[in-house]
């Protein structure tokens, strides 16, 4: 399996430890540069991110073209756009994705995407994590990533942390 990722999904896993995550999950994952230029900025500048480094496994790669209908979007930032391009590029199983406009941007391109809430489903799935319940606390509390309630019940329901 290709899967390329964007910034959010890769910071946010760093973030909480669970990066390596990834590479268990996926075969193969791409980040294009500008992902990578935003991870590193966002490591540099924001005290959350601090110290923070982009993980060695995953390729850098860069699209040959980014798609007009994207970069024409004010609602996509660089590195969705760039991620998105990649994806059609490469013909990516899926792109790693949390922000709305670009998964509405991946869907209307045809591609499949998975957010990072996913990602944790999927490896309590598969034994990777014994629990996603802590993990999502240190996302809201460590990252400032904002899960709704009924979404949180929603993914607690389904790896079967709640009934």
């Known amino acids: 399996m290709t899967v ?18 990834l590479r268990l999950l996926y ?3 791409l980040a294009p540069t500008m992902v990578v230029v935003e991870f590193q900025r ?4 924001d005290a959350r991110f601090q110290g923070l480094a982009f993980p060695e ?3 850098k790669a860069a699209p040959l073209k980014l798609l007009p209908a994207l970069t024409a979007s004010s609602r996509l930032d660089a590195g969705e756009v760039a991620a998105l391009s990649l994806a059609v590029e490469r013909q990516a199983d899926a792109v790693l994705m949390d922000e709305q406009a670009g998964r509405a941007a991946a869907a209307s391109l045809g591609l499949r995407t998975i957010g990072l809430l996913g990602i ?6 598969q034994s990777l994590v014994p629990a996603v319940a802590p993990l999502l606390d240190r996302l809201e509390h460590e990252a400032g990533f904002w899960i709704s309630a009924s979404l949180r019940e929603v993914v607690l329901h389904a790896v079967g942390e709640i009934s």
């Open 57 to 59: 496994f995953i390729e």
């Open 42 to 45: 966002l490591a540099a500048e």
């Open 4 to 21: 390329v990722t964007d910034t959010s999904v890769v910071l946010n896993l760093c973030l909480i430890g669970q990066q390596e995550l």
């Open 27 to 29: 075969g193969r994952i």
């Open 120 to 125: 944790l489903r999927d490896a309590k799935e």
